[in-house]
């Protein structure tokens, strides 16, 4: 599926929205197509319009889709939408489900095996919201594209 720029009406005249969406439909097949729908999404956009992606912000996309995409998978009933978005230097990764019910970071446990996926998303997102929908929920995470060479904190490469 092809990224389909359309007119952001909140940017500049000349900046562009490149987005592209997906419906999941339980097939077995969807995570690793959902990330696969990611890089491929991450390369256009580089290749096409000559935007930077470095390879941490495609590894960390890779990562948040299939997180998100997982517990979508796992917790509500019925198809998942992925919508993928760049706006000005971030890419936004979108997942929406028919359940209504919020997600919550659990506390850190080391002890814990399995469900650390929200807070492995909180912690290399820089910037994260969800949202009930009039049905169900979707669930946002943004990333920089390009690596900032001052930032040391978790999920970045210190410079």
């Known amino acids: 599926m092809e990224p389909d720029p359309v007119p952001d009406s909140g940017a500049a005249p000349d900046k ?12 077995g097949t969807d995570i690793a197509q959902a990330r696969h729908l990611a890089a491929g999404f ?8 000559g935007l930077p992606v470095s390879q941490r912000a495609m590894d960390l996309t890779q990562l948040v889709v299939s997180e998100l995409v997982t517990n979508a998978r796992k917790y509500a009933p019925g198809p998942v939408l992925l919508d993928l978005r760049i706006t000005g230097d971030t890419v936004e990764v979108s997942v929406w489900d028919s359940d209504p019910v919020l997600p919550i970071a659990r506390a850190a446990d080391a002890g814990r095996v399995g469900q650390h996926g929200l807070e492995i998303v909180m912690a290399v997102a820089q910037g994260f919201e969800a949202q009930r929908e009039p049905v169900g929920k979707r669930i946002t995470a943004r990333l ?16």
Do not use: E, K
């Not at 562009?16 to 097939?27: E, F, N, P, Y």
């Open 16 to 27: 562009r929205v490149i987005q592209t969406s997906i419906a999941l439909v339980g097939d």
């Open 42 to 49: 991450l390369a256009r956009v580089q290749a096409d319009h």
């Open 144 to 159: 920089a594209l390009a690596d900032d060479p001052d930032d040391t904190s978790f999920g970045r490469r210190p410079s």
